[in-house]
């Protein structure tokens, strides 16, 4: 069975940090892409940072430079850390593993809330 837990959300003050987890299980973790997204209400879930099974990174342009995906193939687990956040990173972010461009899943979200 298929699991991608997320944790590590919270409160926060604008310029703060956080990093986010995604332990995963029931998947190939080291053959899967992982990725983080986001979404906020009445808008689309939108990509924030991806990484391959190889370890090639991919940013949306809103974060670069702010934000770091990583992860540890031992622990199964990727995660985002997020520096020098903005009120305009308060969303839900998601977990998602795929491999071979197909998707295996998704996780719960947890929420982020950057206070101004």
């Known amino acids: 069975q298929v699991q991608l837990v997320e944790s590590g959300g919270g409160l926060v003050q604008a310029g703060g940090s956080l990093r986010l987890s995604c332990a995963a299980s029931?998947?190939?973790?080291?053959?899967?892409?992982m990725g983080w997204y986001r979404q906020t209400p009445g808008k689309q879930r939108e990509l924030v940072a991806t990484?391959?099974?190889?370890?090639?990174?991919n940013y949306a342009d809103s974060v670069k430079g702010r934000f770091t995906i990583s992860r540890d193939n031992a622990k199964n687990t990727v995660y985002l850390q997020m520096n020098r956040l903005k009120s305009d990173d308060t969303a839900v972010y998601y977990c998602?593993?795929?491999?071979?461009?197909?998707?295996?899943?998704w996780g719960r979200g947890t929420q982020v809330t950057v206070s101004s």
């Open positions: 029931g998947i190939n973790f080291s053959g899967s892409n």
């Open positions: 998602k593993a795929d491999r071979f461009s197909l998707l295996i899943g």
């Open positions: 990484i391959s099974s190889g370890g090639i990174t």
